[in-house]
């Protein structure tokens, strides 16, 4: 049987932000109540833990409320004919609804937990609430498993790898301004074909690539017809 083409998705805020997840960007959503210095960095947990936890439940009970939308699905299909790893930012699980089997969460997962000492003791709780006073198993306060302003990326040498081995980079929902899609995708092999769905203007002057000037849902269904075509 040939060896099937790889691809990477490198996906962003703005694959999910389609499903109703709010970003840091939307204007009267769920972030602009906060800094995002309190409620997304090391230092803002250890300044108020508490309001960092409900901030969190907050998001974690909106997941269990939206779906996964046609970019995710079409994703997810994509593994029928390509070997196919999600490489996201996002810490909502969508992808994994959609059926996509290799995800690599750069910046963690809401519907986890761990300890506050112990970064490797993680749980999976599902979309509950974590209480304050409720402790890991090693008797630290559990928080959620996120990876925060302040904290390293620890699964961005497994990303980078990823992209290595790349046939094709599809760029969805996070600019090449902004780290760390911009730096992965510099990992990619010098023929590797560059997709980039974006409905804005995104300044690009790197290797060449297509730029699908489109929201993530109506991209994707176009680089489908256009894998479909090739």
């Known amino acids: 049987m040939k060896d099937q083409k790889k691809i990477v998705a490198l996906t962003g805020a703005g694959i999910s932000a389609e499903s109703g997840i709010t970003t840091f960007r939307d204007s009267g959503g769920l972030w602009e109540q906060y800094d995002v210095m309190e409620v997304a960095s090391i230092d803002g947990w250890r300044k108020n833990p508490q309001l960092v936890l409900r901030f969190y439940n907050d998001r974690r009970k909106q997941l269990e409320e939206v779906k996964p939308n046609a970019a995710h699905r079409i994703l997810a299909e994509l593994e029928k004919d390509f070997d196919v790893t999600v490489v996201t930012q996002n810490v909502d699980n969508l992808h994994e609804r959609a059926g996509s089997s290799k995800i690599i ?73 902004v780290y760390p899609a911009a730096g992965l995708v510099g990992y990619a092999p010098r023929n590797a074909s560059i997709y980039l769905i974006d409905p804005n203007d995104v300044p690009y002057s790197g290797r060449n690539i297509t730029i699908i000037r489109e929201k993530a849902t109506a991209g994707m269904e176009k680089l489908k017809q256009l894998m479909i075509v090739h």
Do not use: C
């Open 105 to 177: 969460h750069l910046h963690g997962e809401l519907t986890g937990a761990r300890s506050s000492v112990n970064p490797d003791m993680i749980v999976d709780i599902g979309y509950r609430p974590i209480e304050w006073g409720e402790k890991a198993e090693d008797g630290s306060q559990l928080r959620p498993h996120i990876v925060w302003f302040g904290e390293a990326v620890p699964m961005i040498e497994t990303a980078a790898d990823a992209v290595a081995l790349a046939d094709m980079v599809i760029i969805i929902g996070t600019s090449l301004n």
